[in-house]
């Protein structure tokens, strides 16, 4: 037995994860301490940092994602060094990318979590999804990919962080409820715009 899974509302955001794979500093000193007092990564240094990046000081004199480099992945990982626990990486390394999800959940009862699913869609496609997804996928009429599950284990709640997109591609997403009677229709699909380079 289906039921309508009333999901209403997807959004999507797309971003760079805030941690980054890459060197470790090497002198002992955070490279993240930017600015007066030293010792450990606070406010001040965000604040330097994002100074330097928006050019209100000049120039930029870091060494966090190469010699002279301010971006919003530099401003990033100071920010994420500065949080209780945090540390400073540096280096070239690759920027990892993300898309949460989130929609509004259904009205039927005994829902027991969400499936998503995700398709890659060639520029100027669409979304279309003409068979009910499934585990192994199901073929899209409109010249995207196959939908496949994306998540391992059903997903508690309205949101999903998708952490295995990359640079470039426009992707599809659509949702099922699932519960003890099965698992519903596919909710409207939702085309992302290509996700964004570093």
């Given at each position: 037995m289906?039921f309508?899974?009333?999901?209403?509302?997807?959004?999507?955001?797309?971003?760079?994860?805030a941690?980054?794979p890459?060197l470790a500093?090497s002198?002992?000193v955070?490279?993240?301490d930017?600015?007066a007092?030293?010792?450990?990564v606070d406010a001040g240094?965000v604040q330097?940092?994002?100074?330097?990046?928006?050019?209100i000081t000049?120039?930029c004199?870091?060494?966090?994602?190469?010699q002279?480099v301010?971006?919003?992945?530099?401003?990033?990982?100071v920010?994420?060094?500065a949080?209780?626990g945090g540390?400073?990486v540096?280096?070239?390394?690759?920027?990892?990318?993300y898309a949460?999800l989130t929609?509004?959940?259904?009205?039927s009862?005994?829902?027991?979590?969400?499936?998503v699913y995700?398709?890659?869609?060639?520029?100027?496609?669409s979304c279309?999804?003409p068979?009910q997804?499934?585990?192994?996928?199901a073929?899209?009429?409109s010249?995207?990919g196959?939908y496949?599950?994306?998540?391992?284990?059903?997903?508690?709640g309205v949101t999903?962080?998708?952490t295995?997109?990359?640079?470039?591609?426009?992707?599809?997403?659509?949702?099922?409820?699932?519960?003890?009677?099965?698992?519903s229709?596919?909710?409207?699909?939702?085309?992302?715009s290509a996700?964004?380079?570093p």
């Open positions: 289906y309508i899974p009333h999901i209403r509302h997807f959004a999507l955001q797309l971003g760079l994860l941690v980054v890459a500093w002198q002992g955070s490279a993240c930017i600015a007092p030293f010792g450990t240094d330097a940092i994002i100074n330097m990046t928006i050019g000049t120039p004199s870091v060494n966090i994602g190469g002279g301010c971006n919003a992945a530099v401003v990033q990982r920010i994420n060094a949080l209780p540390t400073c540096t280096g070239f390394g690759a920027v990892a990318h949460t929609w509004t959940g259904s009205s009862t005994g829902i027991t979590g969400y499936n995700r398709a890659t869609v060639p520029s100027g496609g279309s999804l068979a997804p499934s585990a192994s996928g073929a899209s009429s010249g995207a196959l496949i599950l994306v998540n391992s284990s059903l997903v508690v999903y962080i998708d295995a997109v990359s640079a470039g591609v426009i992707y599809c997403y659509a949702t099922t409820a699932v519960s003890s009677t099965g698992e229709v596919a909710s409207n699909q939702f085309l992302a996700v964004p380079t």
